[in-house]
């Protein structure tokens, strides 16, 4: 069973950066697409950012040029880098993990939560303004 282990939350000043980061343990990581998600208070959780199996990447326009998403196999992790950050971006942030898929994804893929079989726990960031 996939286990999932966000890190790299915190507070921070709007146009400040953080990177989060998520551990992956289990056997399954390479043969998989992942994904970050977000929820902020009264809202529903949406997608942020996703990667699949080639390397390929998908963002909403929302973040678009401030959020960057890597992996590394190897180590099995999934990277989130968030640059220029708006108070807009405070919410829990999720790492998820597809099925086993197709070595290239689509964005409706990718963006679509029912495609994730594992989840973090979450990690609370917060901007300041």
């Known amino acids: 069973q996939v286990q999932l282990v966000e890190s790299g939350g915190g507070l921070v000043q709007a146009g400040g950066s953080l990177r989060l980061s998520c551990a992956a343990s289990g056997r399954t990581f390479s043969d998989a697409a992942m994904g970050w998600f977000r929820q902020a208070p009264g809202k529903e959780r949406e997608f942020v950012a996703g990667?699949?199996?080639?390397?390929?990447?998908f963002y909403p326009d929302s973040v678009k040029g401030r959020f960057t998403i890597s992996r590394d196999n190897a180590k099995k992790t999934v990277s989130l880098q968030m640059d220029s950050l708006k108070p807009d971006d405070t919410a829990v942030y999720y790492c998820?993990?597809?099925?086993?898929?197709?070595?290239?994804?689509?964005?409706?893929?990718?963006?679509?939560?029912?495609?994730?079989?594992?989840w973090g726990q979450g990690t609370q960031v917060s901007v300041s303004s």
């Open positions: 998820a993990k597809t099925r086993r898929t197709a070595f290239f994804a689509s964005l409706s893929y990718l963006s679509d939560q029912k495609s994730y079989e594992a």
């Open positions: 990667i699949d199996r080639s390397g390929g990447t």
